[in-house]
């Protein structure tokens, strides 16, 4: 679930989001998205190796 788009982003033309993973709960995951490549990649951790991933809009309304 993303939750928050981050104000500053380390590198220009790439936007940083807060995620949270229901397999992580223990801190926000970093999402972020590339406009030019029109791609999101995921960090990597222990169960995913990072890099693109696809995004799918579930609910579009606060509880819908």
Known sequence: MVYKRKSFSPNPGVE????YDP???ESPRELT???STRSFSYQKD???IGGFVRIYQVYSKWLQ
């Open 23 to 25: 397999n992580h709960p």
């Open 33 to 35: 998205w590339s406009p």
């Open 46 to 48: 222990w169960d995913f």
């Open 16 to 19: 940083w989001y807060l995620v």
